[in-house]
């Protein structure tokens, strides 16, 4: 058992008596579950993505020889990104909402990742652009397109797999934050700014401009 006492990250975890006890029929009230089960939703919704995304890729790379027709690539790359956006998107709207679960390092994590899959969101959005003006007619377009997402997807894929990497070394050692622990401050006692709110204001370019 991990020294954090989070079950869920033995790898016999499902198979174990703790996973099959589980209540599946129970209702999904983040507001009332406790804060190792927030740390399991935020660990396995990860995983999920990770897994979903790994999938794209092997079906992209067993089509990279015939690529698909360019609209249909066009849309499982657009349906990869809609994976990430979604749950990056759930997992804030999580830590929002019990904010209480969540150590600073776990905060440190998740933000260092969102910037990354802000970067991932802007390589879709110019894959979608190129295509755009490149046209989505011939093979030549349809072997770019199939590249270019099959490159994006092993970029995803592998941020993900670096990530929950570290996500699982920072839970096994996982406690509850006491009060003072979960408060965010966005600058220190002597004036400068935490490295949580730097990393924040970096991830949403959110410096602000010196007119002089």
């Known amino acids: 058992v991990p020294p954090s006492g989070l079950q869920f990250l033995n790898d016999d975890f499902c198979t174990s008596s703790e996973g099959e006890a589980l209540d599946r029929g129970e209702s999904f009230d983040i507001g009332s579950m406790g804060c190792d089960r927030i740390m399991e939703i935020v660990y396995i919704a990860r995983q999920k993505v990770s897994d979903q995304l790994s999938d794209h890729l092997q079906q992209a790379n067993a089509s990279i020889s015939k690529p698909l027709p360019a609209l249909d690539t ?50 879709q959005v110019q ?18 397109l199939a590249t270019r997402f099959k490159d994006w997807l092993e970029e995803a894929t592998g ?5 929950l ?4 070394t920072v839970l096994s050692s996982w406690k509850q934050p006491t009060a003072e622990e979960a ?14 709110e730097a990393l924040r204001r970096d991830t949403f370019e959110e410096w602000t401009l010196d007119k002089g």
Do not use: N, P
Not at 108 to 113: G, I, P
Not at 132 to 143: A, T
């Open 74 to 123: 066009l849309r499982a790359s657009s349906r990869a990104s809609s994976l990430l956006s979604a749950h990056a998107h759930i997992i804030v709207a999580i830590a929002s909402q019990r904010s209480e679960c969540f150590s600073e390092h776990i905060r440190l994590l998740l933000t260092v990742s969102l910037r990354r899959m802000k970067q991932l969101a802007t390589g």
């Open 127 to 144: 894959q979608l652009w190129t295509a755009s003006q490149e046209g989505l007619s011939g093979e030549k377009q349809e072997e770019l």
């Open 159 to 163: 941020l993900l797999d670096a990530d």
């Open 165 to 168: 990497r570290t996500l699982k």
């Open 183 to 196: 408060r965010f401050y966005s600058h220190e006692a002597d004036g400068r700014y935490s490295t949580m």
